[in-house]
C-alpha cells in the first residue's frame, strides 16, 4: 500500500467514527499518523525535506525580503510579475507556461524586494502531481505568500490552495500555536494550561503524545482555542508560519449570479463587478443597458438581502460578492 493509501484510508476512518470521548483517544491517534506519513510523503524516499532544487528552483536571494507568487496556471502571475519588475516571465495563452521559478526586484519606498513568480501549482500538489513539491518548498522559504486567484472562482481555488499549502507545513496568516513541549526522561506527561481547553482534551493529547513515543514531557498550553493539529504542529517542529494576500481581495471584486425566473441561479458565468460600482442598475448594464429600463424590480438572494427567502430591491440596491439576482421586468 502507497503513503496515499494509508492517508486515504486513515482519513476516511476518521471521518467514519463520531468525536467523543470514548473515541478521542483513538482519533488522536489518527491524526498523529495522518501527520507523520504526509511528512514522509513530503520528505520522499531520500528524506530531502521538499523536493527542492532542480532547474531554476535554487534560487539566488537577493533583496531585503522576498514574496512568492503562488496560484493554479494561466491566473495572470506572469504578467503582473513583468509588469511590476520589469522581468520577462513568459506569458502565453496556454498552462503552464512558466516552468522554473523567475525572479525579479520591485523596490518598495527604496527597499529592494525580490518577487518570485513560480510555477502554477495543481490539485494534489503536495501528494506529488506536477512540480508542487518544488513549487511549494520555494514558497515555504518566502517572507509573504501572494496568490493570485482565477477572478471566475476566486473562493474555490483560495481553499484548494490554502489546502496544499496546508499539506507541505505552511500555515498562511497564523501565529504559532502557544503550546510548549518540553520533553524529558521520566516522570510521566504533565499537562498544564492557564486558559479553559475548549478544542482538545487530555485524552487526545496522550493520544498523539503515545503515536509519538513521548512518555515523558511537561505540556504547557496558554491559548484556549488550541487544537490537536495545533500540537501535532509544535511536535512535528518544520511548521512555517507565512503572512499571504490575496490578488482577490486587493481588487474589490464582486460575483453577482443571474437567476433566470423559475430555474436554478448560473454559478458558472458570473456578472463581475467592483466594489463602490456594484449596485443592481451597474448589474443591469453590465449585461445591456437596455435591462436597467426594462426593470420593474430585483430580488436579490445572498449577503446584501435582508431576508434568507430573498428581498424585492431597487436599481440602487448594492450588492455583496457571491449574491444571486432575478429581474423582473415591467
Not at 496515499?4 to 470514548?22: F, G, P, Y
Not at 489518527?30 to 532544487?53: C, D, F, H, N, T
Not at 500538489?125 to 486567484?149: K, M, P, S, Y
Request: proline share 4%.
Amino acid at each position: 500500500m502507497t503513503t496515499l493509501q494509508k492517508i486515504k484510508e486513515i482519513e476516511d476512518e476518521m471521518a467514519r467514527t463520531q468525536k467523543n470521548k470514548a473515541t478521542s483517544y483513538h482519533l488522536g491517534l489518527l491524526k498523529a499518523k495522518v501527520a507523520k506519513l504526509r511528512r514522509e510523503l513530503i520528505q520522499g524516499p531520500s528524506g530531502g525535506g521538499g523536493g527542492g532544487g532542480g532547474l531554476g528552483f535554487d534560487v539566488a536571494r537577493t533583496g531585503i525580503a522576498s514574496v512568492g507568487f503562488v496560484g493554479f496556471p494561466s491566473v495572470g502571475k506572469s504578467t503582473l510579475m513583468s509588469k511590476l519588475t520589469g522581468t520577462h516571465s513568459e506569458v502565453a495563452a496556454y498552462e503552464f507556461t512558466t516552468l522554473t521559478t523567475v525572479p525579479g526586484t520591485v523596490k518598495v519606498h527604496g527597499a529592494p524586494i525580490q518577487i518570485l513568480d513560480l510555477p502554477g501549482i495543481v490539485e494534489g500538489a503536495v501528494d506529488g502531481r506536477g512540480r508542487g513539491r518544488q513549487v511549494i518548498a520555494v514558497a515555504r522559504t518566502c517572507n509573504l505568500i501572494f496568490i493570485v486567484l482565477d477572478v471566475l472562482k476566486p473562493l474555490g481555488d483560495k481553499k484548494v490552495i490554502e489546502a496544499e499549502l496546508e499539506g507541505f507545513g505552511i500555515r498562511l496568516n497564523k501565529k504559532p500555536p502557544a503550546i510548549v513541549v518540553r520533553k524529558k526522561d521520566k516522570g510521566g506527561v504533565n499537562i498544564t494550561h492557564t486558559v479553559p481547553l475548549t478544542k482538545i482534551d487530555p485524552e487526545e493529547i496522550k493520544a498523539v503524545l503515545s503515536e509519538y513515543k513521548i512518555s515523558s514531557c511537561d505540556i504547557a498550553i496558554r491559548q484556549a482555542d488550541v487544537t490537536l493539529d495545533d500540537l501535532v504542529d509544535v511536535i512535528e517542529g518544520n511548521r512555517v508560519y507565512v503572512p499571504a494576500i490575496y490578488m482577490w481581495e486587493k481588487l474589490d471584486l464582486v460575483r453577482v449570479y443571474t437567476k433566470p425566473r423559475g430555474l436554478a441561479p448560473d454559478y458558472n458565468a458570473p456578472v463581475v463587478l467592483r466594489k463602490g460600482r456594484s449596485s443592481v442598475e451597474d448589474f443591469c448594464m453590465s449585461i445591456h443597458k437596455e435591462i436597467a429600463k426594462q426593470m420593474k424590480y430585483a430580488i436579490v438572494w445572498g449577503s446584501s438581502a435582508k431576508h434568507s427567502r430573498g428581498q424585492k430591491v431597487g436599481l440602487d440596491h448594492i450588492l455583496e460578492d457571491e449574491d444571486v439576482v432575478t429581474i423582473v421586468k415591467k
